[in-house]
């Protein structure tokens, strides 16, 4: 599971699969359901801790928030800055 996290946040830094196909692929992947949502925002690029932890504080999102904990408010506020990386 580590090492399947590992290729999605670096295939996310390589910019070979966008932001809005991992929230799509947290539907039906466990691996991706169960990875936490800063760790998916610090692999974007451009976005380091500092950007995304306090996207995350605006928005009212816990650190510890997993991909599938996201409530549909916060997946489209999330989309809406981050859909095109």
Do not use: C
Not at 41 to 58: F, I, N, Q, W, Y
């Amino acid at each position: 599971m580590r090492r399947a996290r590992a290729e999605m946040k670096e295939r996310l830094k390589m910019g070979s699969i966008s932001f809005s196909e991992v929230l799509e692929q947290s539907a039906t992947d466990e691996v991706v359901a169960k990875t936490k949502v800063l760790a998916v925002l610090e692999s974007l690029p451009g976005v380091g801790k500092v950007k995304a932890r306090r996207t995350m504080e605006e928005i009212g999102i816990a650190e510890s928030r997993r991909l599938r904990g996201l409530g549909d408010q916060q997946r489209e506020k999330l989309l809406a800055l981050f859909g095109d990386q």
